[in-house]
């Protein structure tokens, strides 16, 4: 079971002084069949650039999608239970339904077979922050362990994030929308 995750969310009330608007746990949380026991928690999403710092709005009320909206950002903490006993048995059509299901079927890696089947790219720029555990980021041609502490700046190349080892990992993921084509197939 995923540890909780706190979101504290800062706001002004009406003299301009800032205050805690929520301190609640994510109201916006997925998990896939396809992918046993893997937990996104949804924190925020923006949709304009600049941002908006004002207003009550809590984007992530609306349907989770991997991708943010155009100009758009999304911030996710993602759980990673070790893949081993299930990864060998997802198809191509578990991975379709997987990232279909948050409207990102088109960020699959298509041709030949992939490296893992859960390899991706999205047209953004991804900051990858692991906070407990380990993972392997999976490359069309390297991969690198990854552990607590350590990021990675993804730009909008193929890639997937593999857990081999016997604890779960977590990483946040803030995804930032980019110029790149969501594909090159």
Known sequence: MADSIRRV?????????????TDAPPTSVRSSPQRPGVVI????????????????????TAPMALEPK???TNFR??????????????????????????GAGHALVGGEKPRHPFMHRTKTI???????????LVLDKDEVLMKAGEVCIQRATNHAWSNR????????????????PASHH
């Open 9 to 21: 969310v800062t706001g002004n009330d009406v003299h301009g002084k800032s205050v805690i608007v």
């Open 41 to 60: 928690n949804n924190l925020w999403m923006t949709d304009v650039m600049p941002a908006a710092t004002a207003g009550a709005d809590d984007a992530t």
């Open 70 to 72: 155009p100009n758009g």
């Open 77 to 102: 903490v993602v759980e990673f239970p070790p893949e081993t006993d299930y990864i060998s048995k997802v198809d191509s059509a578990a991975a379709q339904k997987a990232f279909g299901d948050m």
């Open 126 to 136: 991804d900051y990858a922050i692991v906070l407990s555990g380990e993972i392997y």
């Open 165 to 180: 080892s016997d604890k779960p990992a977590k990483v946040a993921f803030i995804l930032i929308d980019g110029d790149a």
